[in-house]
């Protein structure tokens, strides 16, 4: 055999010692989504397993969720999952999860976690996942530039952000960075309601789904609110991916962005910082509150049985270093609450101040359309029903009243 020969032979070869890789299922694909996932695969440098990256596109995780649960019906689960909100105790109490006790008792979890987290990755008094940030979706991310070039300042209120909307459309400027995906839209409705009727209305209405709340004024206020945002923005939405939305933000081509705060991850990756001329503003509210989502870690058992020692990776992956490093990219705040933001960007600081008041004040909000506060069975029917009654007129608020009611009757929580 030629010597260039064997040593090809020698080279396409796995090496006998090369680390067993772990499957992770997941939807970061933006760029900026994508600079945190490095620094997820970089924690397994140390660590005698790679990382086997296994991204499903779609913001939100919709399509990720759906493929996550074909695999492991089909029994070829991957190792591990990003899942959010109440999916997590619906893992575990069909038996797919590991648990992660002994990181959590090794960091301290019992104190280190903000109370309404820890609920979530606790079934049956084990802890079944790991908590990796928090996001706010209530934010306004808004472009100065745009703003100052038709004489408008940063509204406060729903009112001035109307006009500030309907000036700028008037003036032949796109005002809201908007596509046409409905998750990035119904997001939208649950920061009007917050808006409209506060934390104690946006608990019974979205998260207990109690049916005088959700048949109240407040109710047909915010579908009404809604309603004048789709007048204004929704008859030819862009077919745009929210990351696209977040770059064309930057780039001047819309004045506003309402979404959540992987917006700031993707400036990071475009700009290295948050540029002077972005301004993140809470979505107008009568009352100041923080409407949240979680990223978590799960560790599947195998039904083959051959599941490996996952402790090491448990270990790493909630490691307070490494959850500050991980929130540097992704625009979030750490999920664990001894952990110093001062390294971290003016919106992710002031995410932090809003976040540790409105939990103190019970006013900290999971958010319904991204996973955190029902089943995906009723998350699902609700987007379902707000994304239509965005896109048709012709559906009155009462008529989607309606609906809600009878989803809320109908479904299984
Ligand atoms: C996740 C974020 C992700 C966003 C957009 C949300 O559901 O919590 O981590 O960046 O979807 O894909």
């Not at 909307?165 to 839209?185: F, H, R």
């Not at 004024?217 to 862009?238: C, K, M, Q, W, Y």
């Not at 932090?352 to 319904?368: E, F, I």
Request: aromatic share 10%; net charge negative.
């Amino acid at each position: 055999m030629k010597n260039w020969l064997l040593l090809s032979v020698l080279l396409s070869v796995k090496p006998a010692f090369s680390s067993p890789s772990v499957e992770m299922l997941h939807w970061w694909t933006a760029d900026g989504e994508e600079s945190a996932l490095a620094v997820v695969a970089e924690q397994f440098d140390s660590l005698p397993f790679t990382l086997k990256s296994e991204p499903i596109t779609g913001g939100g995780g919709g399509p990720a969720k759906a493929i996550l649960q074909a695999r492991a019906i089909a029994g070829y689960s991957p190792d591990i999952a990003l899942m959010e909100g109440p999916a997590i105790q619906s893992w575990a109490a069909l038996g797919f999860l590991n648990n992660v006790n002994e990181v959590a008792a090794s960091h301290g979890w019992d104190k280190s976690l903000y109370p309404d987290i820890k609920a979530i990755h606790q079934y049956e008094g084990n802890y079944v996942a790991i908590p990796l940030n928090i996001h706010r979706l209530n934010w306004m991310w808004i472009n100065r530039k745009v703003l100052n070039q038709h004489q408008l300042s940063s509204p406060q209120t729903w009112e001035s952000l109307l006009l500030a909307l309907t000036t700028l459309k008037a003036n032949g400027v796109s005002p809201l960075a908007l596509g046409e995906d409905p998750w990035q839209i119904v997001q939208i409705f649950e920061n009007i309601a917050f808006g409209v009727g506060g934390a104690n209305y946006y608990r019974q209405a979205f998260v207990d789904l109690d049916p005088d709340a959700l048949n109240s004024s407040e109710t047909l206020e915010a579908l009404n609110r809604f309603r004048a945002l789709a007048n204004i923005v929704g008859n030819d939405l862009p077919n745009i991916s929210w990351n696209q939305g977040t770059k064309a933000l930057l780039d001047g081509e819309y004045a506003f962005q309402f979404t959540g705060d992987w917006a700031l991850g993707e400036m990071f990756s475009f700009e290295g910082e948050i540029p002077d001329y972005i301004e993140c503003s809470a979505f107008p509210s009568t009352e100041k509150g923080f409407i949240y989502n979680v990223d978590s870690l799960a560790f599947f058992t195998k039904i083959t049985g051959e599941d490996r020692n996952m402790i090491p990776i448990m270990a790493s992956l909630s490691s307070p270093q490494f959850l500050l490093k991980f929130s540097q990219k992704k625009g979030s705040i750490p999920a664990q609450a001894n952990i110093s933001v001062n390294e971290l960007s003016r919106c992710q600081q002031k995410s932090y101040q809003d976040y540790t008041h409105a939990s103190t004040k019970g006013a900290a909000m999971p958010s319904l359309t991204d996973s955190m506060a029902v089943n995906p069975v009723l998350q699902n029917a609700v987007s379902n029903e707000l994304y239509r009654y965005f896109m048709d007129p012709s559906i009155s608020a009462e008529t989607l009243i309606g609906h809600l009611h009878a989803i809320n009757n109908e479904v299984f929580r």
